[in-house]
């Protein structure tokens, strides 16, 4: 079983930076792929951003591609996304998501899952 707890969101203006984290719960967190996925008002949620279990592999939507980051510390059982020129658009619920097969995790269907934290970008 793994736990996943999101923190870090908030409310900011576009063009600014933030820095979202996910604590995940478990001894065997460095065997789980991670992601993030966000949902806004009235639409589906979407893949955001994933990292493979090593770390050496990412992987982004193309409509954050240079503007986030995902990196993941094993030692802290925490992955992080970090959030540059952020744009209204971004404004969703941003979630935490764990799997340790990395093409379930991708599809938006992985075992686990956070309980969001939201991210609203004025303008």
């Known amino acids: 079983q793994v736990q996943l707890v999101e923190s870090g969101g908030g409310l900011l203006q576009a063009g600014g930076s933030l820095r979202l984290s996910c604590a995940a719960s478990?001894?065997?967190?460095?065997?789980?792929?991670m992601g993030w996925f966000r949902q806004a008002p009235g639409k589906e949620r979407e893949f955001v951003a994933s990292i493979h279990w090593t770390g050496g592999r990412t992987y982004y939507a193309d409509s954050v591609k240079g503007r986030f980051t995902i990196s993941r510390d094993n030692a802290k059982n925490t992955v992080y996304l970090q959030m540059s020129s952020l744009k209204p658009e971004d404004t969703a619920v941003y979630y935490c998501a764990a799997d340790t097969a990395l093409s379930r995790l991708q599809s938006g269907l992985p075992n686990y899952w956070g309980q969001g934290t939201q991210v609203t970008v004025s303008s």
């Open positions: 478990g001894r065997t967190f460095s065997s789980y792929c």
